[in-house]
Every structure is written in C-alpha cells, then in structure tokens.
C-alpha cells in the first residue's frame, strides 16, 4: 500500500508516518526538507521516501506529485493554529493565514491528489474536536477546520468510488500546540494520536474521533441550547 501524507515533518504527521512506515510505502510531505531527509533516515529500507512543496502552492503541488503514480491513502493533515485575542479589532490578516493553510490547501491538494487515487482508495481529512463547539478566541480556527468537516462530508458523499474520513483530534502535544497559552486537558501524545488514527483508518471509520473520553464530553455539551452553552463559553474569556 501506498500513503502519502501532508504536514509529515513535526507533531502527528510525523509520527503518523513512521507508523504507517512499519508496514507500508510513505510519501511524507513537507516544506522542510532537512526535517524529511531525517524522516527518509530514521527508518530504513525506503519505507518513508520525503517530498517537499507548500500546501498553499498549487502549481508547487502538481510538479512535486507529478511522478508519484497510484495512490491508496492520502492524509490531508497539514495544518496550523492561531487565536484571535482581541475579536473587537479583529486581525484579518491572521484570519487569512489560517483559512488558507487549513481549508484551501484542502482545495490545492485534492485538485492535484484526487487523480492519483485509484478506484477503492481511502481519502483521510484532518479537521478537529474545535468543531463541536464556538469556543474562545477560535474564530479563524474553528472556522477552518469547521470548513474541513464539512467539505470531508460532501466529499464522503460525492466521491463514489473512494472512502473518506474525517478526523477529530482533542488536544495532542506538538511543537505546535507548546505554544498554547492554556491548559490542554486529556491530552495526547504524538505518537498516541498516530495510533488511534492508524486504527480507525484501517477500519475506514467516517468519523475519527480521540481522546473519547475528551470528545464524547465535547459531543455531550454540543447538545446544550445555545443561550446556555453561550454564557459558559463567555465565562472562559480572558
């Protein structure tokens, strides 16, 4: 089996890599290319071969996959984090950072991807638990991977011929998410988030979801009525 996945150089992608990498064929996709070159090394045997492009490029994206051929998994798990701490005088530019590297990326990587899948393949998006419910200071993040949900389901439901799932992580500890200015309860590691995805996706579950014991508290409190869950959520504001 052949896997490519984005967002491989750091955090889950690179772990999910070397998972997949025990096994199988992996295509780890990146900007950095000193970072891939040591993910190609840690593990031997050619088993992680890296590619280096940016998700946000189109044309950067078609001539670096250009000769990759057939392809039976591709993770869509590039991706990154800012906040909005002061929604008043709302940053548009941060807004525009994030809606481009966690949804149209989507776009730019399905346009050059989606043809190399071949016919009974698997498609995996990485979106987040931020999804089940409006949250503090997560208007430009929320609102990008919200846009990933719902563009994993239409495409669950369009693409005939390939499975899709979406992925829910809670909290994961990432170079990324040490940046956090907050507690992160019940999170995982890297390498725990690698293998609850590795899981569902051998199984094509449509919905990966993880830590449970996170999410399904997250699930809980989405049933709420908006007044309510409203005047909790103000009380988490700085």
Not at 136 to 160: F, H, I, M, P, W
Not at 173 to 195: H, R
Not at 198 to 204: D, E, P, T
């Amino acid at each position: 089996m052949k896997v490519l996945i984005t967002g491989a150089t750091s955090g889950i992608g690179e772990a999910l890599a070397k998972r997949y990498a025990q096994q199988h064929d992996v295509i780890a996709c990146g900007r950095d290319e000193q970072k891939l070159k040591e993910l190609e090394d840690s593990q031997g045997q050619g088993r992680i071969k890296g590619l280096s492009f940016d998700v946000t490029e189109l044309e950067a994206i078609k001539s670096a996959t250009t000769d990759i051929g057939e392809l039976d998994l591709v993770v869509l798990n590039a991706g990154n984090c800012e906040y909005v701490d002061d929604a008043r005088h709302f940053d548009s530019a941060l807004f525009e950072r994030v809606i481009t590297i966690n949804l149209l990326s989507l776009g730019y990587c399905l346009e050059a991807l989606l043809p190399k899948l071949k016919s009974g393949a698997h498609l995996a998006i990485v979106s987040s638990s931020v999804t089940y419910l409006p949250l503090t200071r997560s208007e430009a993040y929320g609102a990008s991977k919200s846009g990933a949900t719902y563009l994993a389901k239409c495409l669950a439901v369009d693409l005939k011929d390939i499975d899709v799932s979406v992925i829910h992580p809670g909290f994961v500890k990432t170079p990324l998410t040490d940046n956090n200015d907050f507690p992160m309860p019940m999170a995982v590691s890297a390498e725990q988030a690698a293998e609850y995805m590795y899981k569902g996706l051998q199984k094509r579950r449509k919905e990966i979801h993880f830590p449970k014991r996170f999410t399904f508290i997250l699930k809980l409190l989405r049933v709420l009525p908006w007044p309510l869950w409203r005047k909790i959520a103000k009380g988490m504001v700085r």
